[in-house]
């Protein structure tokens, strides 16, 4: 079957101050130029240089406190696992730990990650399709609160390990439900044909033999059937499928006692509708609120996306006929999402003086030798000088840690702000440290 297109988004692309009204923690000061929760990013640039991402403490406390708040006012016993895949600095990480998050890791790294920030074993879960022997045998030795298991293959391994080291996994099946997420098929992960999952059919079954396998203990089910959504109907679908199964489960003698939603809630990247916590925690109540089960949902992109920008400086303005390129000194080796998924960032003006200036179509384009290092095409934008700088919003997420160093490019310095203050949460790299630990063999000519 062919991959679904990405959705058609219809929404009017806001201007510069619809931009920047969107999202609270930035303002434009007439003198300081854009600010980040009262910070002037020029005065990052200006000490790290561009290329340079920026996160706000404040923002993502505020984000996750909400959706704390909307789970436990629609009377759910829910626990929140950060997606550490969304952004997996260690400040971010220590940040959300502070305020009581768990950690939903992918990766022996990203476990690793978690644990050295400060996150408790007992509040981690491990998910993803090909988790390897040693990446479980980690979970295993750290007694990990749950591993979501997408495969009965996987089950026998994990069960095989778990044996040889005289330990219990607890495991949550992860179930594909068959339900489009009406996102982009890059990001689905929901439907019969995705890798992820058990198939629905298969789920009954194969719970009932993880019971019988020794040093496994089935704990629950989870789901997760993409990323970006912004429709509350895919969630309700699978939610409902989900609590079916617990249903069955336990009507054949079975214990469920945690059901995993995952995550994917989309943001506003456009300003377009986008569903609130609230309004997550009420499809989950509507489906589970009387299910007797301790639900974890699985955010990322949602708590840390809209708390990021990427700056970046203008290399120089090329004309041609019909057509205006902004060069930037960022590139698509920094921030992929716009060459990966077509995504839409919204780009800023630094200085109050460009915000306010009269807009013109522009392609918005990097330094790197591929035609897909396009950040926007005909944005309108006003004129933009060299070393003018600018911000692409809402670049907390999915940004950083997807970044590399093509082109022998070294990746951006990040900072983050915190109150009045701010500091560098990881140095730019040195050119010199991308060859650290390479070798050239000198072999007889």
């Not at 003198?31 to 403490?57: C, E, F, H, K, Q």
């Not at 708040?69 to 260690?90: I, Q, S, T």
């Not at 940040?95 to 690793?112: F, I, N, T």
């Not at 509040?123 to 990446?135: D, L, P, Y």
């Amino acid at each position: 079957m062919a991959a679904s297109p990405a959705p058609v988004v219809d929404t009017p692309e806001p201007d510069i101050a619809e931009l920047i009204a969107g999202r609270p923690h930035l303002a434009m000061h007439a003198l300081d130029g854009l600010t980040m929760d009262g910070v002037p990013l020029n005065r990052i640039a200006d000490a790290l240089g561009t290329p340079t991402w920026v996160y706000s403490a404040a923002s993502i406390r505020r984000r996750y406190r909400s959706l704390a708040a909307a789970l436990g006012e629609a009377g759910l016993d829910a626990h929140v696992h950060y997606a550490v895949k969304a952004n997996d600095r260690l400040a971010v990480l220590h940040l959300l730990a502070g305020e009581g998050a768990g950690a939903d890791v992918v990766s022996e790294g990203e476990l690793r990650r978690a644990r050295a920030a400060g996150v408790p074993a007992d509040r981690i879960v491990f998910s993803g399709v090909g988790k390897t022997e040693r990446e479980l045998r980690l979970a295993l030795a750290e007694n990990i609160a749950q591993i979501n298991v997408e495969s009965a293959e996987e089950l026998d391994m994990l069960s095989t390990l778990a044996r040889g080291m005289g330990l219990v996994a607890r495991v949550a099946l992860r179930i594909n439900p068959d339900v489009d997420a009406a996102t982009h098929a890059k990001i689905s992960t929901g439907r019969a044909r995705d890798k992820f999952g058990i198939p629905y059919t298969d789920a009954v079954p194969l719970y009932r033999r993880a019971a019988s396998l020794p040093g496994i203990q089935p704990i629950g089910l989870a789901v997760h059937i993409g990323s970006q959504i912004l429709s509350l109907a895919p969630y309700r679908a699978a939610y409902g499928r989900m609590a079916d199964l617990v249903r069955a489960l336990r009507a054949s003698g079975e214990q469920v006692a945690v059901v995993d939603c995952g995550g994917g809630l989309g943001i506003p990247y456009r300003n377009e509708p986008a569903p609130p916590a609230a309004a997550l925690a009420g499809a989950i109540r509507g489906a589970l609120h009387n299910m007797d089960v301790r639900v974890v949902v699985e955010p990322g992109r949602w708590l840390v996306g809209p708390a990021g920008v990427l700056l970046a400086s203008v290399v120089l303005v090329k004309q041609t006929p019909g057509s205006r390129f902004v060069v930037l000194d960022a590139a698509m080796n920094d921030l992929v999402r716009p060459a990966m998924y077509d995504a839409w960032h919204g780009i800023v003006p630094v200085a109050a003086v460009d915000a306010a200036a009269a807009v013109s179509p522009a392609d918005v384009v990097g330094p790197v030798c591929e035609s897909g290092d396009t950040f926007a095409r005909d944005r309108m934008l006003p004129p933009l000088a060299a070393n003018a700088r600018v911000a692409i919003l809402d670049a907390g997420a999915y940004g950083s840690v997807m970044s590399s160093a093509y082109n022998a490019r070294p990746v951006a310095a990040e900072a983050m702000v915190a109150g009045e203050n701010w500091s560098v949460i990881r140095d730019r790299p040195l050119h010199s440290d991308l060859w650290q630990g390479e070798h050239v063999p000198h072999w007889p000519a």
